[in-house]
């Protein structure tokens, strides 16, 4: 809970990867990848409950061996590789509300796949929600490449330019960019109920440093966090 405001985590976790066959539950640094979100989420001061979604037995049966609550099975219809994650929380959240009854306020998703975030990552997002006064809070890092300097796209007649059009001489002198590292996501519940989205008129971004912000897509990313990982 934070400033009376209760707070529920969501971890996503279905059993198909194409880029990485079974890698939420891959071996990392001596603990399947997901126990390592779940275990984040649970050393959080301001998180009360950890949640895993999954439609995977597997998934669910090592998620509750290390803390998480396993309270439903997902569809399998919201387990497909086209399936929105909001949708994937939105399920969550009726049957929260709906089966068990249960009141909150802020939800926060987790992905397994960036296992490389502190606590202070989680609880720093949520506390940005609400003394910014913000619609949700989502994660970043700042970007190598810079669409004001070096970042060009191939326009209809075959010649490249800048993406975004300006008189920068340097790449310090541009505005800052950042990309989505896809770690951390934190609502106010009904505004995502309501809004079904990311982009809103009050988000705010939390930033964090590269070396947190590795995103396991493939076994490259998955050898590059384990050694960040090992070395930190």
Request: aromatic content about 8%; some cysteine.
């Amino acid at each position: 809970m934070y400033k009376d405001q209760v707070v529920v985590c969501v971890i996503p976790a279905r059993g198909g990867s194409k880029g990485l066959p079974g890698k939420n539950i891959k071996m990392f640094c001596g603990k399947p990848l997901i126990a390592h979100t779940i275990e984040q989420a649970r050393q959080s001061k301001y998180i009360d409950r950890v949640i895993v979604s999954t439609e995977a037995e597997e998934i669910a049966k090592i998620s509750l061996e290390h803390g998480a609550e396993v309270p439903f099975i997902r569809p399998m219809e919201l387990a497909e590789n086209n399936v929105a994650t909001i949708d994937v929380l939105l399920h969550a959240i009726n049957w929260v509300e709906n089966r068990d009854q249960y009141l909150f306020d802020i939800l926060v998703l987790l992905h397994v796949t960036t296992p490389l975030r502190s606590v202070e990552d989680i609880d720093n997002s949520i506390a940005c929600l609400v003394d910014e006064k913000a619609d949700n809070v989502f994660s970043v890092t700042e970007s190598h490449r810079n669409p004001y300097f070096n970042m060009v796209e191939e326009g209809s007649d075959g010649f490249v330019r800048l993406v975004k059009e300006g008189c920068f001489s340097t790449r310090q002198a541009a505005p800052k960019v950042y990309d989505m590292n896809a770690s951390i996501y934190v609502w106010w519940k009904n505004v995502l109920k309501e809004g079904k989205k990311i982009f809103l008129k009050k988000t705010k971004a939390y930033v964090m440093p590269k070396e947190r912000s590795i995103d396991i897509d493939d076994d490259l990313d998955f050898k590059i966090a384990e050694f960040l990982r090992m070395n930190s």
